[in-house]
């Protein structure tokens, strides 16, 4: 029987696990995020410390993992806005789950976590994010939910001299 999963903010002791995971995710999925493994895979795990919000626990800017047993096999992070006039705004940014973790519930507890952690956020109104167009498995979990699409940036990333589109989607909490 496996290990049971939990999902909890993600710590300092947990920066090398997150740098793994993310590398891992860059190779498998270029398409899926904006930023380019190679360049990544050369950074130290601690340039990811600020994506935790350990400096700002309260301010609604975090880093959630789930884990299974004690191996980190998904992620995402909440980018909040601090300018005054956007900062009723919440980024979801860096969704991943790892590979032998999928169509587990994995992507649901993490959303469904991120959702309700953004819910506490003194201020924070709206969540936005960005997936590729043909990521037909995340835009069905956003879509469940609650998030709509309000738009396609065309060409929004250029893999292998391949562009792919992003849809923009928004949960008003």
């Known amino acids: ?5 939990t999902v909890r903010a993600l710590a300092a002791t947990d920066l090398h696990a997150y740098k793994a995971l993310r590398d891992t995710m ?5 398409d899926a995020f904006t ?11 601690s340039v990811y410390a600020s994506r935790f919000g350990l400096e700002r626990p309260e301010d609604g800017h975090f880093t959630l993992g789930a884990l299974q047993g004690v191996r980190l096999v998904g992620a995402i992070t909440c980018d909040r806005e601090q300018r ?3 900062r009723h705004i919440g ?25 309700d952690t953004a819910r506490r956020c003194d201020g924070l109104e709206m969540l936005t994010l ?5 990521n037909r498995a995340a835009i069905a979990l956003y879509r469940q939910a ?8 065309r060409r929004a990333i250029k893999v292998a001299g ?12």
């Open 162 to 173: 391949r562009y792919h589109d992003k849809d923009h989607m928004v949960l008003m909490l």
């Open 91 to 115: 980024h979801l940014v860096g969704m991943m789950v790892a590979a032998e973790a999928q169509s587990r519930g994995v992507g649901r507890a993490l959303l469904d976590a991120f959702i």
């Open 26 to 30: 860059l190779a498998a999925y270029p």
């Open 84 to 86: 005054s006039k956007v």
């Open 35 to 45: 930023s380019d493994a190679a360049a990544e895979a050369i950074k130290p795990a």
């Open 146 to 153: 609650d998030f709509e699409r309000f738009g396609t940036q």
């Open 130 to 134: 960005t997936v590729t167009s043909t």
């Open 1 to 5: 029987m496996p290990d049971p999963m």
